[in-house]
């Protein structure tokens, strides 16, 4: 990559789909500029980036007057006096340029309006410490104050200072993350400071929310697997939980399994690094607070996952059988059997096939049919659907005729 002039950034800045109706709506308003991963991925020539403002004014009045300007829509954030404003296919956020002071090591900063220099120097890295002017002739016009278009040519993840680990010591878990998307390494001045804030136990002093985000970044990145070996070279996944198990090739295959049956790669990923030590891991695994639902899932997938692959490995199963074994395991479940070496093809079957069958017939049937309500109409249905899913029972008559069978037997 050669250095960009500033007519180019121009072009590539007005190529940002929406961006023609935002440049417009910023004239008069406090100067404006791309900040963070926006103009580093610009420099490497995405077409797409996320549009993250910073204004040398208050972010919140400049987002009130632009939702006014482009008739959209603003929310705006207390806690660090930002915004976020959306009309149609244009999202941007908006954040005052600011300095952060960490009063403890790992907790979130208290923040200062200050220049964009400064706001540039509090980042975590130089390749994300760059900006590029939004406003009249400023336009294109590069600010890079701390050498980040150098580190973007020589493939470098540099801190910008030496205590920019301790502070926010979830930068670790970016540092490998950039380091796997970009095919990037930290220099060795970075890597010294990121593996001793790792032996310092940094990471113990940010809440588990604030790893769970990094964590999943990084496992939903395509270079996953790479990201887990190097967490583990770096000593990453015994700070953040000694039973954690870095296999790249499980995390490989589970995210690969969830690709393939609609679950979330990331949180397959995740309970691939749990499956060795579930029961030790659960404690952990609360505390990152994930929304219940997913929670649970892992959690049971890095219990179940092996079990399921052992028998679903031991031999040939009926569909009934497919379904007593998977009807009630969450997606990631199966995700992760088959990324311990389950067959693929039975869970294939049971996920776009078996699961979404149905009965003709339903419960009011066999009541109309004069059987009592109670625990027999379901378990009479449940049995019915087990014999259609093995081919014993079709169309709505036999279904019927099976379930009352089933029922009256039940009853005696
Ligand atoms: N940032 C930081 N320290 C962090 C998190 C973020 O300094 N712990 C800064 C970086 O300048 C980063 C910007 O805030 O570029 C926006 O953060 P985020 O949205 O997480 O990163 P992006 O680079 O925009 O996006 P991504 O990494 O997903 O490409």
Redo the contacts with the bound molecule.
């Keep these: 990559m050669s250095p960009t002039p500033d007519v180019e950034l121009r072009e590539r800045v007005r190529r940002i789909p929406g961006i023609e109706r935002l440049l417009p709506a910023l004239e008069g308003l406090p100067p404006a500029y791309l900040?963070?991963?926006?103009v580093?991925?610009l420099l490497r020539g995405a077409d797409a980036v996320?549009v993250?403002i910073a204004v040398e004014g208050d972010a919140r009045s400049v987002a009130r007057a632009l939702a006014e300007r482009l008739s959209a829509e603003v929310r705006e954030h207390e806690r660090f006096g930002t915004a976020t404003v959306r009309a149609g296919d244009l999202g941007f956020d908006l954040a005052t340029t600011r300095t952060e002071v960490y009063d403890e090591p790992g907790a979130l900063p208290r923040v200062a309006a200050a220049s964009l220099d400064e706001d540039l120097a509090?980042?975590?890295?130089a390749i994300?410490?760059m900006a590029v002017g939004l406003t009249g002739d400023d336009l294109g016009h590069l600010y890079d104050p701390c050498g980040g278009l150098s580190d973007l040519n020589d493939g470098v993840v540099r801190v910008l200072h030496d205590r920019s680990f301790l502070d926010?010591p979830?930068?670790l878990l970016?540092a490998v993350?950039?380091e796997v998307r970009l095919g990037f390494r930290m220099n060795s001045a970075t890597e010294s400071l990121a593996r001793a804030a790792v032996v310092d136990g940094a990471l113990r002093t940010v809440s588990g929310a604030r790893v769970r985000d990094e964590l999943l970044?990084l496992l939903g990145e395509s270079q996953a697997p790479a990201g887990v070996r190097r967490m583990h070279d770096l000593g990453l996944d015994l700070a953040l939980h000694p039973a954690l198990d870095s296999d790249p090739d499980l995390v490989a295959s589970a995210s690969l399994g969830a690709a393939a049956i609609g679950a979330d790669p990331a949180l397959a990923a995740l309970a691939a690094l749990c499956a060795a030590a579930p029961a030790e891991l659960d404690l952990w695994l609360a505390d990152l607070h994930l929304p219940a639902a997913q929670r649970d899932s892992v959690a049971r997938a890095a219990r179940v996952g092996p079990r399921l692959a052992r028998e679903l490995r031991a031999g040939e199963h009926q569909p009934s059988q497919l379904r007593s074994l998977l009807g009630r395991e969450p997606v990631l479940s199966l995700a992760l059997a088959m990324a311990m070496g389950a067959p693929s093809e039975p869970i294939l079957r049971w996920v776009t096939e078996l699961r979404s069958v149905r009965l003709e017939i339903s419960g009011d049937d066999l009541l109309a049919a004069g059987v009592p309500e109670g625990p027999a109409v379901g378990r009479a249905l449940d049995e019915t659907l087990s014999r259609k899913l093995d081919g014993l029972v079709s169309g709505r008559d036999e279904e019927l005729e099976t379930a009352l069978a089933v029922a009256r037997e039940a009853a005696r």
């Design positions: 900040v963070g991963g926006a580093r991925d996320d993250d509090r980042r975590d890295f994300n410490a926010d979830t930068r970016r993350r950039y970044d």
